[in-house]
């Protein structure tokens, strides 16, 4: 049961990008580039702590 609720989230969440990146594309490269550039530093930040 746990496993399907699981899938259907997942589903939901990829169901929902593919909208936003075909809506809105230029909101989507922002959002996108920003999470990279987050997640990026985030690594540097453990990287730079370790």
């Known amino acids: 049961m746990k ?12 169901v929902f990008c593919l909208y936003y990146v075909f809506t809105d594309p230029d909101g989507t490269a922002r959002v996108i580039h920003g999470f990279f550039s987050g997640l ?4 540097r ?3 730079g702590q370790s």
């Open 3 to 14: 496993k399907t609720i699981h899938m259907i989230i997942v589903v939901f969440l990829v």
């Open 45 to 47: 930040a453990l990287g």
């Open 40 to 43: 990026f530093g985030f690594i």
